[in-house]
């Protein structure tokens, strides 16, 4: 096989990878078991492709800048490679000092994407019409297939060795603390936990022109219950029993086209204004008040959806005209 196609096939494996990755990070229902079984197929084709890729290295002759770009390139992607194999056979209960296995897969992926497209433009690899031969389509045929052969095979060492990784949710996410209350608390990036006055804090409810204050003695009335499952992307899943008020409860029949969460630290998330009874802005969790950690005194519970959805320390919800889609598919901090 070429040295160019190789490159390029890698590459491409690398992009399929990303957008996979990213698809299954957004996806908190069922079908988020395809977007993660075509990510570890990648990664896995990835290292097939490695024996091939190590012999192209020993033979370049590329000016030393570029050496040096792929150098880092290929270790950040090794990096992410070994941490995900990891965190799908090991569990998340490795640390690498604060982080585990699933945020050090993560973040190397991140950093590598600026020096994966330098040595896109550094190396002009562009796919050619010849590299869509008959040939080369069963050669990229017989990778895929290697590649599920390979996912097979790790998934069987899972079960026949009793591995943590064989009880992994759809998402890829492991059990913890399920209907007890006691679960993880996890900021998305760089928010930090609130300690809110229960007494001063009010909850605004604004639609349109109107808009209404809600003491915490008024929405605790609200007993709605769902028992639920919060799915963090850093790995962890946990089924809790929430109660408090349902959206459509407190939004009644105000109309627009979105909801707007908003907490106390700017996190905001949108979402359909038709989603409204399927959300709760929750005030407890198995049965207590929710703590600090959890999002004192109210924190959104949205089943079926990751769990950066689930805003914490919410002071508005608001319902306006702008699409849902209109925002980050991630929030930034
Ligand atoms: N305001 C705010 N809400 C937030 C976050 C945050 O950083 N800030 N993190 C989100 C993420 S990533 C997750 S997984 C859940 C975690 O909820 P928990 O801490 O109650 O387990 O809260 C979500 N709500
Ligand atoms: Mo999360």
């Known amino acids: 096989m070429s040295s160019r196609r190789t490159n390029l096939a890698l590459l491409l494996l690398l992009g399929v990878a990303l957008l996979t990755g990213a698809l299954a990070f957004a996806t908190g229902t069922g079908w988020a078991r395809w977007p993660v079984m075509a990510h570890g197929m990648a990664g896995l084709a990835i290292v097939l492709l490695a024996p091939w890729k190590s012999a192209i290295a020993r033979r370049s002759h590329r000016p030393s800048a570029e050496r040096a770009t792929s150098l880092v390139l290929t270790v950040l992607v090794v990096i992410a490679l070994v941490s995900g194999i990891l965190f799908v056979t090991a569990g998340r209960g490795l640390r690498y000092g604060p982080l585990n296995a699933m945020q050090?897969?993560?973040?190397?992926?991140?950093?590598?994407?600026?020096?994966?497209?330098?040595?896109?433009?550094?190396?002009?690899l562009l796919p050619r019409r010849t590299d869509f031969s008959r040939r080369n389509l069963l050669r990229a045929g017989l990778l895929g297939g290697a590649a599920a052969v390979a996912y097979g095979l790790v998934e069987g060492a899972n079960r026949l060795l009793g591995l943590?990784?064989?009880?992994?949710?759809?998402?890829?996410?492991?059990?913890?603390?399920?209907m007890t209350g006691n679960f993880p608390?996890?900021?998305?990036?760089?928010?930090?936990v609130q300690d809110i006055d229960r007494d001063a804090w009010r909850l605004q409810v604004i639609a349109g022109d109107r808009?209404?204050?809600?003491?915490?003695?008024?929405?605790?009335?609200?007993?709605?219950?769902?028992?639920?499952?919060?799915?963090?992307?850093?790995?962890?899943?946990?089924?809790?029993?929430?109660?408090?008020?349902?959206?459509?409860?407190?939004?009644?029949?105000?109309?627009?086209?979105?909801?707007?969460?908003?907490?106390?630290t700017g996190y905001t998330r949108r979402f359909p204004r038709s989603d409204a009874a399927?959300?709760?802005?929750?005030?407890?969790?198995?049965?207590?008040?929710?703590?600090?950690?959890?999002?004192?005194?109210?924190?959104?519970?949205?089943?079926?959806?990751?769990?950066?959805?689930?805003?914490k320390w919410v002071v508005s919800i608001e319902v306006d005209d702008r699409p849902w889609w209109l925002q980050l598919p991630f929030p930034a901090t």
Do not use: K, M
Request: net charge negative; charged share 20%; glycine share 10%.
């Open 278 to 311: 399927g959300l709760l802005l929750a005030t407890r969790v198995a049965g207590e008040p929710l703590s600090a950690g959890h999002g004192a005194p109210a924190r959104l519970v949205a089943p079926g959806r990751r769990g950066f959805w689930w805003v």
């Open 185 to 192: 608390t996890t900021q998305w990036l760089d928010d930090e």
């Open 104 to 124: 050090v897969h993560v973040g190397a992926a991140l950093v590598a994407i600026p020096f994966a497209v330098y040595h896109v433009i550094a190396t002009r």
């Open 164 to 178: 943590p990784g064989a009880d992994r949710r759809f998402t890829g996410s492991y059990e913890t603390g399920s």
């Open 211 to 264: 808009s209404a204050s809600l003491d915490y003695a008024r929405l605790a009335r609200y007993d709605d219950a769902v028992t639920t499952v919060l799915d963090c992307t850093s790995g962890w899943y946990s089924t809790q029993e929430w109660r408090g008020a349902r959206l459509d409860a407190l939004l009644d029949d105000a109309a627009g086209e979105s909801i707007v969460v908003r907490s106390a």
